[in-house]
Every structure is written in C-alpha cells, then in structure tokens.
C-alpha cells in the first residue's frame, strides 16, 4: 500500500495558509461581483487602489505640499463664512467673573437668535424645522418648561415623567400597527434610534446565533447613521446598489449580499436622499427567509407615510403588518412636530429590546441600567412631544399629511415639465429629489436657488438637489416654482459661469479618489462649529 509522508511540515503549513487565505479573498471578490456586477465592482476597485496611491503619495514628504495647501484654504473659507465677528458682540471664553442679569443674558440670547440666517419662518429652507404652528408651539414650550428638570434616569423621583414616556412609545406603536407583542423605547434621534436598532440586533446575532464576525446589509440610499453605527460596533457593512431609474433597492442583490452572519437587512421608508420606499414586502420575505431582522427606516417618512392612503395617496406598508419586520424607526421630532431631541425605534418584541439594553451588576455604585446611549435625559423633550401628538390628534396629522405631500406633487409636476430637469426615482412622500441635464449644472442652480434665498439640500450619485417639504413650505410652493425656472433659466443662459461654487465642491467631491480628502474638509468644518 502507498504511503503518503510529508518531508516539510512547515512549508506545507505556510502552503496550506497561503491557499486558505487566497480561497477566502477569491470568494470574497466572487460574492462582490454578484452582488454589484463585473463593471461596478471594477469601478469601485479602482477608486479604491486610485484613492490609495494618491493617499500614500500626499503624504510623502514635499509630495503632498500643493493638496494640504488647497485643503487648509477651503477650511478657511469654511470658518471665513460661519465664523463671522459682529461689531460690538461680546465672546464669552469663559464663565463671567461677576453674574450677568437677567436681562443682558436674555439681550444676548436675543441678538444670537436674530443673527442673519436662512428665512426658515418663511419655508425657504428644505426640511430642517417641522414647525407645528405657533399655538403647537407655545403649548410645547410650556409642557418643556413645566418638564425642564425631569429625568427619566429616576423615575422613582418623576413617575409622571415615566408614564409620558411610556404612552408615547405606545402611541406611535399604534400609528404603525403593532402587535400586544410590540415595544420599543424613546431616543433623541433618527440617529440613535437607528444605532440602538443596529445594536440589538448585533447583540442578538453573537448571544442568541453565537454569530462572532456579524456584519448588516443596507441599500446605498439609507442613512448614514447605519455606517456610523458599523465603525461604532466594528461590524461588517455591504452596500447595495438601487435602481437607476426607481432608486428602490436591488432585492435581488440584497439577497446574494446575505451570508450566515449576517443579522440585519435595511429598508427606507422613505429614503433621505430622494424621497423613496423601498420594496419592503420583498425585504420582509428575504427576512423571514433567511432568518435574520430586517429594520425600517422611517425616521422620515414618520407621521406621513402611516397617512398616505387615507389622505388620497397611494399606500406604502411600512409598518408591524409586515411579518419580517422586526424594528422600526420614527422621529417624532420630524412630522410628529415634537420639539428636536425626540425619536422612537420600535421591537417586534421584548426579547429583542432587551438587547439594546445596557446593564451592569457588579459596578460599586449600584446596579445600572439604562435602555439608550445616554444616562441622564431630558424629560422636557419628552414631555413636550406628547403635547404635541395629543393636540394634533389623527385628525391633524391627516390633514397636515394632506397638504404637505400635495405641496411635494405640485412641485414635481412643476418639476417635470422643465426639459432641462428630471425626478429622481419616484418619490410617495414629502421629498422629491431632481437633477438636471446638459448644458444646466443642477449645482449651478442650487446657488441661483440660494441667490434667491432658498437652502435646498445638495445630493451625489447622481448630482441632485432635493426638498423636503414641510409645513411652512405649502404656502410657499408657487414662489419655489417660479425662482426654480428662473434658476433654471440663468444656469442655461451662461453654462460656464458655474465652474466655482457648489459645483467645485461636489463636483470635485465626486471625482477624488482620496476620500480622506473630503473627509479632512468636512472635520474642518465640524472644528468651525466649535470656534469662536
């Protein structure tokens, strides 16, 4: 009989790994490509090894002099343009040595609330502040003063504190049709709604699957607090590509994404850059398929999408009805008209809230709990939002749900009857996006938009801009026609003059490599908020 004997164990060893770790990297560039195709895979790879030699280059001594040079002169245009000294304005750099009175502190806060900005009382600014109406308003206000030293950390100390909260939870859980089974927990925001979604389920996928390496998958439309979250957590993250046309997901590239650790899939309802719904049915399906949660985003489309079809629109089922959904989240402080700082994410069950729990047994100080990020909270937020969704009631949420998506329709149409324009996707919410075509720069209009003092919000991949309509923008929608055709007019009459401007930026944004670039930019302008 043959016998087999090996004369190098060692070398046979490294052989043995080399092979593995190729296999592993063969596998990974195999799944890549079914997933976003020969072309897009080439595309993003050699964005990647191109952004990687220019980083590397810039950085070597003398090489990258030129580039430093033009980043630390956006960065001051940026502080130039934010960072403004206003004739006879006191800076404050450090606690006043002798008390102020209540009237020059009150003149202070005064004056800072009434330094130049966008008109947003008057609907020129996209999105940015759900304004309920002044008499919502002034009832928020009071139920935040009447709250502004409640924390829900002790509700030994503020019982009535708790059962707002409580109730509030439970109110939104109604407006998405959950179950008795259902539960959730208040947060301060989309953000950490979306971070304590992606928590839970991770948590979930190592305790309860013994899942070590757990990674989501996520539309490349969805928000980029599910990116923050996977740096937060260090997870895995795929993106996937959407529909040109639609820009719904590709479903079918979702699934051949999901892998045996894999613990969550994404869907929007309604995506922040354009407006759009993704095919949650078929997400819901891919879910329950292969076992694993599926969150939806409805921090935008909060208190519209859940009133769509009553107030004449067509449905999107963004809610509990679907059987794979497993959380949700909505901002209250969206469309629910709460004051900022409030949001709700949403669990099919307790079981899985229990997951985002935070809880230590062992510390000197007591036993800890908490269900967020945070410790101590705000109750006068929380308080106030429930002012809010008792006096708007159903009633009013249809009604403003009613002209807030009606603004967003004339405006499309208005849209699409400007040849030099098109809709991106198809939007069913309060935000249509649109971008241009040649010889009109659609970032070209933007700063034409801004000369006639409206702040729309700039998208990339496709260059587009977008409004998200609100409250203060239905009686202001004709004037937002007009100057858009006016703009739209002035950016085809002089084509070249829109070189500099936002089109240098995201224009070049879209084109560099070196991402590290853009991103030392945006650090820079996050440092001009703190400078005085």
Not at 124 to 146: D, F, K, P, Q
Not at 179 to 194: A, D, K, N, V
Not at 255 to 266: E, G, H, N
Not at 490 to 509: E, L, M, R
């Amino acid at each position: 009989m043959a016998s087999f004997t090996i004369k190098n164990p060692r070398q046979a060893f490294v052989n043995a790994a080399i092979a593995y770790l190729v296999f592993r990297q063969a596998v990974k560039g195999v799944k890549k490509v079914s997933v976003y195709g020969l072309h897009r895979m080439l595309a993003l790879l050699w964005r990647k090894v191109a952004g990687g030699l220019i980083y590397h280059v810039r950085r070597a001594p003398g090489a990258g002099a030129v580039v430093q040079r033009n980043i630390a002169k956006a960065i001051k245009d940026i502080e130039d343009s934010m960072n403004i000294d206003l004739p006879g304005e006191t800076k404050y750099l450090a606690i006043p040595e002798h008390p102020m009175t209540d009237e020059e502190i009150l003149a202070v806060l005064q004056r800072r609330q009434n330094e130049a900005g966008v008109d947003w009382k008057n609907g020129r600014a996209s999105g940015a502040v759900y304004h309920g109406g002044e008499e919502l308003a002034r009832l928020t206000n009071e139920a935040y003063a009447m709250f502004s030293l409640a924390n829900p950390l002790h509700p030994g100390v503020f019982p009535g504190m708790r059962r707002l909260e409580a109730e509030v939870v439970r109110m939104v859980l109604s407006l998405y049709n959950a179950t008795s089974e259902c539960c959730g927990t208040t947060t301060s925001g989309g953000t950490e709604s979306i971070i304590m979604a992606v928590r839970a389920h991770v948590m979930w996928g190592r305790k309860a699957r013994g899942i070590e390496s757990p990674n989501i998958v996520v539309p490349i439309t969805a928000h980029a607090a599910f990116d923050k979250a996977a740096e937060y957590f260090n997870i895995g993250i795929t993106h996937i590509p959407v529909d040109p046309k639609t820009q719904k997901v590709d479903v079918k590239a979702m699934k051949r994404a999901i892998d045996s650790d894999t613990v969550l899939i994404v869907g929007s309802s309604v995506t922040y850059p354009h407006g759009v719904s993704d095919d949650l049915a078929a997400l819901s399906d891919l879910a329950i398929k292969y076992k694993i949660g599926f969150h939806v985003d409805s921090c935008l489309g909060s208190f519209i999408v859940p009133f769509l079809k009553e107030a004449g629109f067509p449905e999107v089922v963004c809610d509990f009805r679907l059987p794979g959904v497993t959380s949700i989240s909505c901002d209250t402080h969206k469309y629910g008209f709460a004051p900022k700082g409030t949001s709700v994410v949403m669990y099919a069950n307790k079981q899985l809230r229990h997951y985002q729990y935070f809880t230590i047994a062992t510390w000197p100080g007591g036993i800890y709990a908490s269900p967020t990020i945070a410790g101590s909270r705000c109750g006068a937020v929380i308080a106030s939002c429930w002012a809010a969704m008792a006096k708007m009631g159903r009633e009013g949420y249809l009604e403003e749900c009613r002209r807030i998506v009606s603004s967003r329709v004339k405006i499309q149409r208005a849209i699409e009857q400007i040849p030099e324009l098109y809709v991106v996707g198809e939007p069913s919410s309060s935000v249509v996006a649109f971008s241009s075509r040649w010889p009109v720069n659609i970032y070209g209009v933007m700063d034409e938009l801004k000369k006639r003092g409206w702040e729309l919000n700039p998208m990339q991949d496709p260059p587009a801009l977008h409004i998200a309509c609100t409250r203060l923008t239905v009686p202001v929608t004709d004037e937002l026609i007009r100057d858009l055709n006016e703009s739209v007019a002035a950016v085809k009459a002089n084509p070249d003059g829109y070189n500099n401007g936002s089109q240098a930026i995201y224009g070049f944004a879209a084109t560099v490599p070196d991402t590290t670039i853009v991103d030392e930019v945006a650090q820079g302008f996050i440092d001009t908020l703190y400078a005085v």
